[in-house]
């Protein structure tokens, strides 16, 4: 089964600083890969997802932007943090291949803006 | 569009007493739907799932009864223990092809002593 790296696992970052958080999947081979961001007692609100190399998709518009450099790397970036942008960043990982279509979720990064 | 509402934001059960976490969806296209389990500070972990092919799945101590007709799945939890407090959320499959799954706020359950 496939396992979830996420780095760092906590961040303090002061406002209009940029970021870089990462997700490495081991274990399985051309995955689609997602971002989300979960506000403190909400749900999960998906930011970004992969289907391959290169290929991103955006769902909301917003000054955060995602790479695909290797197949099981997906970044999440922006060039300067807003206030706005602290919350729980999670990737998540979905086999493409077979009937599996669960998708599996990382431990998470903690990202607070101040 | 798509929606997921969960009936209760809150839910408080004794330690030993059966569990009923209730999920209502809008899309009747969604064939495919999940429960996951997150504790506090933690990443969503897998439950149990079922298809819309089935009405009724059981896993160790959790079943998930669904409900096409009103649109409306339900997770029940055996025996409730203090290791199951989180917030529990349904995510139904959308229609979309690179299957996407739709998030509600979540069921906060609470387990008391």
């Known amino acids: 089964s496939q396992t979830i790296h996420q780095w760092p696992a906590t961040l303090v970052q002061p406002v209009g600083s940029p970021l870089s958080l990462e997700c490495t999947v081991e274990?399985?081979?051309?995955?689609?890969l997602y971002w989300y961001r979960q506000a403190a007692g909400r749900g999960l609100q998906l930011l970004f997802y992969?289907?391959?190399?290169?290929?991103i998709s955006s769902e909301v518009p917003q000054n955060l932007s995602a790479s695909r450099p290797q197949d099981r790397q997906f970044i999440l970036s922006s060039k300067k943090l807003l206030l706005s942008d602290s919350g729980f960043y999670l990737c998540?990982?979905?086999?493409?291949?077979?009937?599996?279509?669960?998708?599996?979720f990382g431990p998470g990064t903690r990202l607070l803006v101040l | 569009g798509e929606s997921v509402g969960l009936h209760l934001p809150t839910l408080s059960v004794q330690e030993g007493d059966n569990s009923i976490i209730n999920c209502a969806y809008s899309?009747?296209?969604?064939?495919?739907f999940i429960w996951y389990k997150q504790e506090s500070g933690k990443g969503p972990q897998f439950i149990i799932d079922?298809?819309?092919n089935m009405d009724k799945r059981q896993g160790q101590r959790v079943t998930v009864l669904l409900n096409k007709t009103v649109k409306h799945l339900s997770l029940q939890i055996a025996a409730t223990q203090p290791g199951d407090s989180a917030v529990y959320f349904c995510?139904?499959?959308?229609?979309?092809?690179?299957?996407?799954?739709?998030w509600g706020a979540g069921t906060k359950l609470i387990i008391k002593p």
């Open positions: 998540a990982c979905r086999e493409r291949a077979g009937l599996q279509e669960t998708q599996y």
């Open positions: 274990g399985t081979s051309n995955p689609n």
């Open positions: 992969s289907i391959g190399i290169d290929q």
């Open positions: 899309n009747s296209a969604s064939d495919y």
């Open positions: 079922i298809r819309s």
């Open positions: 995510a139904p499959q959308g229609a979309d092809s690179n299957y996407q799954l739709i």
